[in-house]
């Protein structure tokens, strides 16, 4: 049998933490590989070394519920197993002294091993056995057992050199285990049998040496009947504890239920208890996910006996990622239904897997951090070949690779002092480093003047004796009920010594008086600050102090120490002589008297210009500048100064300057030459200031200021200047025009004597009067303008250049009509000139008089409609027009413009031509081009028609002539009034052959020639009437 010692304290020694760093790093390193190799049910396996479950052979052991199986941490290669009664080594054999244990193949968590913590070999193992609910009725020997296995013995095959060494009396099947906070050591968790109390051992190096006993929870008792059955669970980060009570007689005794705990892997500690599951079924298994969010439940659903199998089981996720127990329990959701749902244990790949009784394979939890149905619940999942589970699987722990909390693990011992070279006589603070949160400092300072401390940071250690002295840190704190952690850590102080170091003596002078300094020491030497020294850097300085002063001297040596000394110089006490003035000028020649008081006899000097030397009030007269030095002494005494200053002004010579000449509203400074110490200028008007040297003058007529200037001695000096007002001018550059690209338009100036243009760009010249400007875009131009006296004015005239000439197209056209026809001819405008805003245009139209008269114009349904048409000229052959919109009105639009009526008559031509001139007024860059427009008469057939004097005396036929013809021949005829007129040719017998005329004619001679090529030879009748006059004639074609 094994002993369990009891709690003691004991100190570990300095590599505690390092030594615990080595132990866990292979499950850092190899992710947990003790769990490579499982063993269950009827002698079933499986093997997660190549990173997938596979069937493993070759088991001896076969256990209904309970069981353990453990690898080697850092190799993977199976070292161990067990069913809770009997122990296999890797080759699958019984270890020597491995019968017998206390467990029990029907205990749902019959074994656990872990390594036993702090086994510098890594050969020694711990296995705790639970007993089973049918052997277990409250019997002390029926209890949770720890058994010792040493891995090196059996030549590695393993021995159970310790066995059945009772940890908890009548316990129940529950048993798992969470990492302490150290790193190190294990917390064993169990539970009473029945009641309410969990149970925490802590397994540390020397074995059992804690027990924590915490009444939280469900009562284990349903019905006031203890019962041991159930599975205990910590999550992997060794927070949370899940404990499913299973109860096979539920529906007599009471239900089952899951409880789910925090737990606290410093103390040992359960705390807020939560109830997530409560009867309605037998609950068996419970896991954590990987990352600790979520709870899996496995329950065989409560039926009525003799119900036939398959029922289905259900697997429960609870979402723990809100901390609130309200949200927690609501969180339940069903994951999986399967029938024969057992334990569930996470794998070393990051699943959960679930036993399946008597089948072939694992359920399996593929993505068991997801929530709901993300989880991926498989019932198939990896075979077990030809094996067969049943209700359990192996009890593994999920928090083996937790790591350490600086909390548990002792202190690192650490510390910094403000300086490590000091010199003698001074301190130094100390700050501790010490990681791992230590309780308790003890602080040794050899050669200080306090050698020991308990606080934290000691503050102003001194040290006064030259020489390299130990400091020396322990840093502790408990990190166990029976360990408490330290660790120790020494640095060294170096303290020089400080250098020798004299000033002199004190010593007494009179003021005005020096005296040399006798300072010596080693190292360099250096005196504060003064301006009384003649030397800061040298030991024996010169000093001219005017009162009593100390003075420093500081030596440092190769080191960096130093000392320092002081010497006083004290001045003798001196009469106060006060001389008057202080200071005072006075002009040449003149003097000013001098007085000493505070003094029994006075001595001044120089004596030049003094009318006495020894006596308190000379009078002085120096021809130059002097300073009088005035010294009275005492009986005992030093001597008394004061100093008096007799500045001599020459006579003032003032100048004020040049005559000026300004134009009328223009400034100019005077200026002033001479050194005065007042200036008076006189009249004010028009000045700046009448009181400064160089005032700025703004007369408005020409004025002579007068400048009166004095000496600080009140030496005088007068001066004038004129200041000629010029008259101005004033600047016009006219009006802003604005031209076509390509015209030019007229600059103009009012007269003066000088012009000067700018830009020069377009202008024809730039210093004329009226310069032609010619730009091809918008331009500023700048004139000034200078008269005969040289005043100058500036204005200017911008020229807006059109850069777009438009143009617009006015139309007319061509007509044919028989003489005496009255004719209305439309002007037509076919472009707009909305765009040129135009509210004036001017018509222009031109006609042959001698065919056309025009007799009236139109304007109604025209775009000169409501236009005021004001007629400038009307003329034979001549109509102008000067057409105004109404106010604020433009044209617009395209179309008929206006319409002329004409008369057109038979003259001396067939064919004349209307031409139609629009000018624009107010915009010539809209070019509108000629509209030209004919009228053509019709044609007699076989006549021409030739107009001969506009008027005649009286209706006649002429006759034809020649007469006889061949083939043409010409007929005279004059008209006395205007009207219609028709000339008819018939032949000898009477029939009518042509009509030559048929129109309305003026009166006036006319003659027609007719060509009869298309006649045969012989006589022909004409006739000719016009209105109610009628004649007629013969004549003769011979050919």
């Known amino acids: ?403 350490a909390d600086s909390a548990c693990l002792p202190p690192r011992a650490m510390f910094a002092p403000d300086r490590l070279e000091i010199c003698a006589g001074e301190c130094v603070n100390f700050i501790d480093r010490t990681s791992n949160n230590p309780t308790a400092w003890e602080w040794q300072f050899d050669g200080a003047r306090i050698n020991q401390s308990t606080e934290q940071n000691p503050r102003n250690i001194c040290y006064d004796t030259p020489g390299s002295f130990q400091v020396r840190l322990i840093a502790s704190k408990p990190i166990a009920s029976d360990e408490l952690g330290h660790d120790t850590t020494f640095q060294t102080i170096t303290v020089a010594p400080r250098p020798n170091v004299s000033a002199g003596t004190d010593t007494t002078i009179c003021a005005g008086q020096v005296v040399q300094l006798q300072g010596m020491g080693d190292g360099t030497l250096q005196w504060d600050a003064s301006a009384d020294l003649s030397c800061t850097d040298c030991p024996r300085p010169t000093a001219s102090p005017r009162q009593t002063t100390t003075y420093r001297l500081k030596a440092r040596n190769a080191a960096g120490c130093i000392a320092t000394d002081s010497v006083t110089v004290f001045i003798k006490p001196a009469p106060t002589v006060t001389a008057t003035p202080d200071a005072t000028t006075i002009c040449a020649g003149e003097s000013v008297q001098l007085r000493a008081t505070g003094g029994s006899s006075y001595r001044w000097t120089p004596g030049t210009g003094l009318s006495c030397t020894d006596c308190d009030a000379p009078v002085a007269s120096p021809i130059a500048t002097t300073q009088y030095i005035v010294t009275s002494s005492a009986p005992g005494t030093c001597d008394g100064v004061d100093t008096v200053l007799v500045t001599v002004v020459n006579t003032l010579a003032v100048d004020a300057g040049d005559p000026q000449s300004i134009c009328l509203g223009d400034s100019v400074r005077l200026n002033a030459t001479g050194a005065a110490a007042t200036y008076s200028w006189q009249p004010a008007a028009g000045l700046s200031c009448t009181d400064c040297r160089n005032p700025m003058a703004s007369p408005v007529a020409t004025t002579t200021y007068r400048l009166t200037a004095q000496s600080a001695g009140s030496c005088q000096s007068v001066d004038t200047v004129t200041v000629a007002v010029n008259p101005a001018i004033v600047a016009n550059a006219g009006e802003d025009t604005q031209i076509c690209q390509g015209d030019a338009a007229q600059l103009r100036s009012d007269t003066a004597a000088a012009y000067q243009w700018t830009p020069a760009t377009g202008l024809s010249c730039t210093d004329c009067q009226s310069p032609e400007a010619r730009p091809t875009l918008t331009t500023t131009y700048f004139l000034r303008v200078t008269n005969a006296q040289g005043c100058s004015d500036s204005d200017q005239v911008t020229v807006a250049v059109d850069p777009s000439p438009r143009t617009a197209r006015l139309r007319i056209g061509d007509y044919q009509v028989r003489a005496g026809a009255y004719l209305r001819v439309p002007i037509f405008l076919d472009d707009p000139l909305d765009a040129a805003q135009l509210d004036s245009l001017l018509l222009d139209v031109t006609f042959d008089d001698g065919m056309m008269a025009l007799r009236e114009e139109f304007f109604a349904g025209t775009l000169m409609e409501g236009w005021y048409a004001q007629v400038l000229e009307r003329k034979p052959g001549r109509y102008r027009v000067l057409l105004t919109a109404n106010p604020f009105t433009y044209a617009s639009g395209t179309g008929t413009l206006m319409e002329l009526g004409f008369l057109v008559y038979f003259r001396n031509t067939t064919r004349s031509c209307v031409r139609a001139q629009l000018a624009l007024v107010g915009n010539s860059c809209t070019v509108i081009p000629d509209a030209v427009g004919c009228v053509t008469l019709d044609p007699i057939c076989g006549a021409n028609l030739r107009f001969i004097e506009v008027s005649a005396a009286d209706y006649a036929l002429l006759g034809n002539h020649p007469n006889p013809f061949n083939p043409t021949t010409e007929i005279g005829f004059s008209l006395g009034l205007d009207g219609p007129t028709r000339l008819d040719l018939f032949d000898a017998a009477g029939n009518l052959l042509q009509t030559l005329i048929d129109a309305p004619m003026p009166a006036g001679r006319y003659a027609v020639t007719w060509d009869g090529s298309g006649q045969p030879s012989g006589l022909y009748r004409y006739r000719l009437t016009s209105g109610h006059w009628s004649a007629s004639g013969w004549m003769m074609m011979v050919k």
């Open 1 to 403: 049998m094994m002993n369990l010692p009891a709690p003691s304290r004991q100190l570990p020694i300095r590599g505690f933490a390092l030594l615990i760093t080595l132990l866990l790093l292979p499950s850092f390193l190899h992710s947990q590989q003790q769990y490579n190799h499982w063993f269950f049910g009827r002698n079933a396996g499986l093997d997660f070394s190549s990173g997938n479950p596979v069937p493993l052979y070759g088991g001896a052991m076969t256990t209904e519920e309970g069981g353990a199986s453990f690898s080697d941490p850092a190799t993977g290669q199976l070292l161990l197993y067990t069913n809770g009664l009997v122990v296999w080594n890797r080759n699958h054999q019984q270890m020597p002294n491995g019968d017998r244990l206390r467990g029990n193949r029907n205990s749902v968590q019959s074994g656990l091993i872990l390594p036993w913590p702090g086994d510098p070999s890594g050969k020694r193992y711990a296995l705790f056995t639970t007993p089973a609910a049918a052997s277990n009725q409250g019997d002390p020997n029926e209890a949770l057992c720890l058994s010792v296995i040493d891995m090196s013995a059996d030549n590695g095959l393993g021995d159970v050199v310790e066995k059945n060494t009772v940890v908890l009396p009548s316990s129940s099947e529950k048993l798992t285990a969470v990492r302490h906070c150290n790193g190190r050591d294990w917390w064993i968790l169990a539970h009473s049998f029945g009641g309410d109390r969990f149970y925490a051992f802590r397994l540390s190096p020397k074995g059992i040496v804690d027990t924590v006993m915490t009444q939280i929870g469900g009562d284990h008792s349903p019905g006031g009947i203890k019962r041991p059955e159930g599975w205990m669970k910590s999550s992997p980060d060794g927070k949370k504890v899940a404990v499913v009570l299973w109860n096979a007689f539920q529906q007599v005794i009471g239900p089952s239920f899951v409880d789910l705990l925090d737990f606290d892997n410093r103390t040992g500690s359960f705390s807020n208890a939560i109830r997530l599951l409560n009867g309605n079924g037998y609950d068996y298994g419970a896991c954590f996910s990987p990352n600790n969010s979520k709870l899996y439940i496995s329950r065989a659903h409560d039926v009525p006996a003799n119900t036939p199998r398959p029922f289905k089981d259900t697997l429960f996720q609870f979402d723990l990622s809100n901390p609130a127990p309200s949200a927690i329990i609501n969180s339940r959701q069903v994951v999986g239904l399967a029938d024969s749902l057992g334990s569930i244990v996470a794998g070393p790949d990051g699943k959960l897997y679930i036993a399946v009784l008597a089948a072939n394979h694992l359920a399996v939890v593929n993505n068991p951090n997801a929530a709901g149905a993300g989880c991926g619940f498989a019932f198939n999942g990896p075979s077990l070949g030809t094996m067969e589970s049943l209700w359990g699987l192996p009890n593994n722990v999920d928090s083996y690779g937790l790591p």
